[in-house]
Nanobody, 127 residues
Framework: QVQLVESGGGLVQAGGSLRLSCAAS????????MGWFRQAPEKEREFVAA????????NYVDSVKGRFTISRDNAKNTVYLQMNSLKPEDTAVYFC????????????????????WGQGTQVTVSS
């Protein structure tokens, strides 16, 4: 098991930027593929971005491509989500997720593929 703690959320104007961080406990962070998901009020949780355990492969939902960047620092047990050109429709609670990965270059984009979740951090984008 890995414990995940997100930070970096907040209130920002449209067009602004935020960087979310997700700190993981344990000594085997580089065994986990990581993902970011978000859930807006009265909507289902949706995939945002994923990264392989090595960091060599990434995937994004179409609506954030070119604006968001997922990255990881395995030495710091941390995964990041850099969010630029934010839009009001990006408003949601953002969750970090982790799962053991046996293939170093594989990412996972489906909610049900993840077994470990953080508590979430609120991102609010005002128009």
């Amino acid at each position: 098991q890995v414990q995940l703690v997100e930070s970096g959320g907040g209130l920002v104007q449209a067009g602004g930027s935020l960087r979310l961080s997700c700190a993981a406990s344990g000594r085997t962070f580089n065994s986990y593929a990581m993902g970011w998901f978000r859930q807006a009020p009265e909507k289902e949780r949706e995939f945002v971005a994923a990264i392989s355990r090595s960091g060599s492969s990434t995937n994004y939902v179409d609506s954030v491509k070119g604006r968001f960047t997922i990255s990881r620092d395995n030495a710091k047990n941390t995964v990041y989500l850099q969010m630029n050109s934010l839009k009001p429709e990006d408003t949601a609670v953002y969750f970090c997720a982790a799962r053991l990965a046996y293939v170093s270059g594989r990412y996972y984009s489906r909610l049900e593929e993840y077994a470990n979740w953080g508590q979430g951090t609120q991102v609010t984008v005002s128009s």
